[in-house]
C-alpha cells in the first residue's frame, strides 16, 4: 500500500532538517558547498584550505546521514505498519520523500535563495556579481541528478524492502 500521507510527512520533515542545515553551514562558511556552485563561480576563489576541505566532509557526511535515513526510516515504519511492503510501494515511498526535498530545494533554497535573493551570507568573497548566481538552468541540471540519485536510491531500498 503506499502511504501519501507517511511520504508528505517524510519529505516535510526531510526538507525542513536539509534546508535548515544547508542555510546554517552556508552562514558559517559558504565555501563548503562551494564544489555545489556554478563553475564560474568556483574559478573565481581560491582551493579550499586543508580545514574547508575537512569541513566540507563532515558536513556531507550529516547531509547524507540525514537524506539517507528520513527516507529509509519512513519506509521501515509503513513496512511495520503493514507487516509486508511491495517493491512498487516501497519505491514510491523513498522517491517520493527524496523528490519532495529535490523540489523543495530546487524551488525554494536554489532559485529562491540563490538566483533570485542572493544574500550577502551566500555569496563566496571575491565573486560578488558573478553570473553563475543568476544561472537557473544550473540549478535544473542539478536537479535531474538528484532525481537519478533519488531513483538508485528507491530502488535498491525498495528491492531491499520487498525482499524482507
Not at 537524506?67 to 515504519?77: D, F, G, H, N, Q
Amino acid at each position: 500500500m503506499i502511504h501519501v500521507d507517511q511520504i508528505l510527512v517524510g519529505g516535510l520533515i526531510m526538507s525542513v532538517l536539509l534546508s535548515a542545515f544547508i542555510v546554517v553551514s552556508m552562514k558559517r562558511n559558504p565555501r563548503v558547498w562551494m564544489q555545489d556552485y556554478p563553475a564560474d563561480i568556483q574559478a573565481l576563489v581560491p582551493p579550499k584550505t586543508p580545514q574547508e576541505k575537512q569541513e566540507s566532509w563532515i558536513v556531507g557526511i550529516l547531509f547524507l546521514a540525514v537524506m539517507v535515513s528520513v527516507p529509509l526510516v519512513s519506509v521501515i515504519a509503513a513496512r511495520a505498519n503493514d507487516g509486508d511492503m511491495s517493491f512498487l510501494a516501497a519505491f514510491v515511498h523513498v522517491f517520493g520523500i527524496s523528490m519532495i526535498f529535490n523540489l523543495v530545494d530546487l524551488l525554494i533554497l536554489d532559485w529562491g535563495m540563490f538566483c533570485t535573493w542572493t544574500p550577502a551570507w551566500l555569496v563566496i568573497p571575491g565573486t560578488e556579481g558573478a553570473p553563475g548566481y543568476k544561472d537557473y538552468r544550473f540549478h535544473v541540471r542539478g536537479v535531474v541528478v538528484g532525481t537519478v540519485i533519488a531513483a538508485v536510491f528507491a530502488g535498491i531500498v525498495a528491492l531491499g524492502i520487498a525482499l524482507l
